[in-house]
Nanobody, 117 residues
Framework: QVRLRESGGGSVQIGGSLRLSCAAA???????TAWFREGVAVARLGQDG??WYADSVKGRFTISKDSTKTILYLEMNELQPEDTGMYSC?????????????????WGQGTQVTVSS
């Protein structure tokens, strides 16, 4: 397991942007990482660098890691009210869990995103 802490949430108007960060107390390079909204995966970055996005965020959200592989990002653009929720980052070394996008063993506490008019 690795300790994770999110930041960057807040309130934004419809159409606005936010960048969420997830700082890890360890290396994320060998781990599958993902962002969840209210417990549902919205973006995943596999150990091989492959990405997956939920249909609802595809084309608007981008998941990435920094060069040190200790910070995970979620760039969110064109935000809509349905994007509102608690966003949590997660990590796991299991390729199977990465594939099914569930039961990750490391979680942050979450950061709230609120999108309104």
């Amino acid at each position: 397991q690795v300790r994770l802490r999110e930041s960057g949430g807040g309130s934004v108007q419809i159409g606005g942007s936010l960048r969420l960060s997830c700082a890890a107390a360890g290396d994320l390079g060998s781990r599958c990482t993902a962002w969840f909204r209210e417990g549902v995966a919205v973006a995943r970055l596999g150990q091989d660098g492959s990405t997956w996005y939920a249909d609802s965020v595809k084309g608007r959200f981008t998941i990435s890691k920094d060069s040190t592989k200790t910070i995970l990002y979620l760039e969110m653009n064109e935000l809509q009210p349905e994007d509102t929720g608690m966003y949590s980052c997660a990590a796991d070394s299991s390729a199977w869990k990465c594939l099914i996008r569930t039961n990750f063993n490391s979680w942050g506490q979450g950061t709230q995103v609120t999108v309104s008019s």
